[in-house]
């Protein structure tokens, strides 16, 4: 089974449990990946690669992997 990775990029005013695509200020979609552990790590490689950063004190990121996502 393969797993998306998805970058989201959430308002500090939404508890990290609250943080979902629904929810998020901007979602950046990454690859797909094997498991969960690759989503992690290619979430990680895709934050350190790229311009992505949140606004400081308004906003954080949080890197989620969904199972089977087309």
Known sequence: MLYS???L??????SPSDCRP???ID????????????????????IARTTLAPREGQEYLKIVCRRGEA
Do not use: D
Not at 31 to 44: D, E, I, N, R
């Open 27 to 46: 979602v950046v979609r990454g690859p797909k990946v094997a498991s969960p552990a690759q989503c992690g790590f290619l979430g990680q490689a895709t």
């Open 9 to 14: 990029v959430c308002s500090l005013s939404v």
């Open 5 to 7: 990775v998805m970058i």
């Open 22 to 24: 629904e929810t998020a």
